[in-house]
Nanobody, 123 residues
Framework: QVQLVESGGGLVQAGDSLRLACAAS????????MGWFRQAPGKEREFVAA????????AYAVSVKGRSTASRDSAKNTVYLQMNSLKPEDTAVYYC????????????????WGQGTQVTVSS
């Protein structure tokens, strides 16, 4: 049974940093792209970042590029999203997901999802 479990969310102030983690289990994720998405109340789920499990290539949304870094630890079967200089508009539930699709920016292309972790940034 595939499981993705996010952690690391919380309430922070604008300008602070957070590191989200996603522990993956239940299968080998070689060949998968691990994506990070977020969803704020009343808004559609949006792409934040992605990392290829095999070669660690990364991609970012414009809104977080330069402030965020995706990484993975193969030994721990865990991917991370380091977010710096957080802004109130970063407030959302953050999800980790896995896909084999080339269209990794599209949340509908993902096969597996975590339960999400809340990030709240106060001004």
């Amino acid at each position: 049974q595939v499981q993705l479990v996010e952690s690391g969310g919380g309430l922070v102030q604008a300008g602070d940093s957070l590191r989200l983690a996603c522990a993956a289990s239940g299968r080998t994720f070689s060949g998968y792209t691990m994506g990070w998405f977020r969803q704020a109340p009343g808004k559609e789920r949006e792409f934040v970042a992605a990392i290829n499990w095999s070669d660690a290539n990364t991609a970012y949304a414009v809104s977080v590029k330069g402030r965020s870094t995706a990484s993975r630890d193969s030994a721990k079967n865990t991917v991370y999203l380091q977010m710096n200089s957080l802004k109130p508009e970063d407030t959302a539930v953050y999800y980790c997901a896995a896909t084999r699709s080339y269209y990794y920016r599209n949340y509908q292309r993902y096969d597996y999802w975590g339960q999400g972790t809340q990030v709240t940034v106060s001004s």
